[in-house]
């Protein structure tokens, strides 16, 4: 197959669109669709110190790297969890590592065993939460304190069209209000030490964002995933959404883009009652991070071993 404008053999046919694109156009419409994101949910400006959270895969460092293409003042944060099957934390990071040094951009690691005295593991073992849940606690309070201390303005992170689709579904099948409230390309802090957080990538497939990795040649970890997602259930929601988006191709961009127009209507009841459960929230004892109680789900599951 042929792209007709220029007559390059094609490497990807998307079939959303009816486009067969080479590779030169495809890299160039990748960071067009990257840029009208940015501009049509209000997520950056060039003024903004961008701080990327790259996990070593595919969409992070694609991310990373169109936002540098792009002009802007981005620098990567690779969170080491110390996960030790399949040296999945150990590959990862070497990943995010030779990134950087190949285009020359700050990365920042935040080692978890390091900085805490324990590992993803360990503090799981010692908690009653899912491995999963704990993970997620660890990744939002090292992101908000790492973006709080560096100065940075915002923290973007990779997902991409299938991941903002398939949490969409997931949360609407349970009608999650407060979920739903807050799915957005970007989500404004709440809080003066929280940072916005913001999605580019959020028009994107995963077949895209593969495509342009390839076309880039970013070295990432393509062989696996991480070795505890095998069961989540937003796998099950993605696999729901590609069997229909192989009857109906652009079912998944037109799901995401009407949510979003339409996101008002789950929003306003939330969002006067997080205005209220907010005004109750106090400053944790232990990291200063906006919490419930004296001391935050983090510092609870970590003990507390790294003081402001």
Not at 75 to 97: M, N, P, Q
Not at 174 to 182: M, P, Q, S, V
Not at 206 to 227: F, H, K, S
Not at 231 to 240: C, D, G, L, R, T
Request: aromatic content about 8%; some cysteine.
């Amino acid at each position: 197959m042929r792209f007709s404008k220029c007559s390059e053999q094609a490497v990807i046919h998307l079939r959303s669109h009816r486009l067969a694109l080479c590779g030169d156009h495809f890299t160039e419409r990748f960071r067009d669709v990257v840029k009208k994101a940015i501009k049509s949910y209000r997520q950056l400006t060039k003024d903004d110190k961008v701080l990327v959270a790259v996990s070593g895969g595919k969409d992070s460092l694609a991310l990373w790297d169109v936002l540098l293409d792009l002009g802007y003042d981005a620098e990567g944060l690779y969170i080491d969890l110390g996960i030790k099957k399949e040296s999945y934390s150990d590959i990862s990071r070497e990943k995010a590592e030779a990134f950087a040094r190949n285009r020359g951009a700050g990365l920042i690691i935040s080692d978890i065993r390091k900085e805490y005295g324990m590992s993803l593991h360990a503090a799981a073992r010692k908690n009653p939460r899912t491995l999963c849940s704990v993970c997620g606690i660890i990744k939002r309070h090292e992101m908000s304190r790492v973006a709080l201390e560096g100065g940075y303005d915002v923290l973007a992170t990779g997902h991409n069209l299938d991941d903002e689709a398939g949490v969409l579904l997931g949360n609407l099948l349970r009608w999650n209000l407060e979920l739903l409230r807050r799915q957005a390309p970007r989500l404004e802090a709440w809080h003066p030490k929280l940072k916005p957080k913001v999605k580019p990538l959020c028009l994107l497939t995963e077949r895209e964002t593969a495509t342009y990795a390839i076309l880039r040649g970013i070295d990432y970890v393509y062989e696996m995933e991480c070795p505890f997602s095998l069961n989540s259930p937003s796998i099950v929601m993605k696999e729901a959404l590609n069997r229909i988006e192989e009857r109906s191709p652009g079912t998944k961009l037109y799901f995401f883009k009407k949510f979003q127009r339409h996101r008002n209507l789950f929003a306003s009841r939330e969002e006067e009652k997080q205005k209220e459960e907010g005004a109750e929230l106090v400053e944790c004892g232990i990291c200063g991070f906006p919490s419930s109680s004296d001391r935050c789900a983090f510092c609870r599951i970590m003990r507390g071993k790294r003081k402001n």
